[in-house]
């Protein structure tokens, strides 16, 4: 890994080694700075607003509902282990954030064929809905938050914060499962 004056070697909090951090004291690489802060603003506004979308759908959703039915629809019927685990969350979490839905008839809990005692979930026809309705209303926000870029810098955009959401994904992952 290439490294920087202004960074140091310390260990990843996972313990992984070879992980790098800004170096304490007045010289303090000003991009991670400024990014750092940039983060946390991003996080906050993202809170305020629930980057929910515009329109009619706009806050109408929760983020764990549509990390859920989003997950559902890519991956159709799904065990709440294997939910659980291609979230990065535990069981008990996708259980308690699941119920709403089915309360609310976007998601179906059916016994797994094979074993009786797990359980399946599905995203139902409302639910598919419900989720088109909110991807509209997001794509709407980020067509308004991006006007005036470049389709160029939209991708670029997207590239760079796929690969932070990786990285932060990599760094919370259990060691030897990212």
Not at 133 to 144: E, I, P, W, Y
């Amino acid at each position: 890994m290439p490294t920087h004056p202004d960074l140091t070697t310390d260990s990843h909090p996972r313990g992984a080694p070879g992980a790098t951090v800004p170096a304490q004291g007045d010289d303090v690489e000003p991009t991670f700075e400024t990014l750092q802060h940039q983060v946390a603003l991003f996080a906050r506004r993202a809170e305020q607003t629930r980057l929910g979308g515009v329109g009619q759908a706009r806050n109408s959703m929760d983020r764990a509902a549509y990390l859920l039915l989003n997950r559902l629809d890519q991956e159709g019927p799904t065990g709440v282990k294997a939910l659980a685990a291609g979230m990065g969350i535990d069981s008990s979490t996708v259980t308690r954030q699941v119920a709403p839905l089915v309360d609310a008839g976007l998601v179906s809990r059916t016994s797994h064929p094979e074993d009786g005692r797990a359980v399946v979930l599905e995203l139902s026809a409302r639910g598919a809905t419900r989720l088109a309705q909110v991807r509209a209303s997001r794509r709407a926000l980020m067509a308004l938050l991006t006007d005036g870029w470049s389709d160029a810098e939209r991708e670029t955009f997207c590239d760079l914060l796929t690969r932070f959401n990786e990285a932060l994904s990599d760094l919370h992952a259990p060691l030897g499962h990212s």
